[in-house]
């Protein structure tokens, strides 16, 4: 399986389970692996691939309107979101960092691994 990956993309949404987290959308980092079928690489084609430009507008976009308690369920969305808009992607690794919301703690964040299902 080949990969396509976004490292270090911001979103922004409303996260977090303390009211003050919820008061304004943070910005998350935001790392994908995006495992997709070998053919899809091999003609030369945008159309037969997985455009990361269009993954990248649609994730800010879909978080723009949402609102989560726990970085898990974040993460877990953005993998139901990309394996319904793209056909071709059969596995996500998905990282998510929140920055600097612990004293003396630069990152706290999840990442999950997803496979798409038949």
Known sequence: MDKIFLRGMKAKTLIGVYEWERQHPQTLVLDLEIGVNQFAL??????????????????????????????????????DLLFARFDGIVQLDIRVVKQGILPHVDEVGVAIQRFKTP
Do not use: K, P, W
Request: a negative charge.
């Open 42 to 79: 091999a003609s030369d084609n945008i159309n037969e691939t997985v455009h990361y430009g269009v993954v990248c507008e649609v994730v800010r976009a879909h978080l723009q309107t949402r609102s989560f308690m726990l970085l898990e369920t974040l993460a877990q969305d953005i993998a």
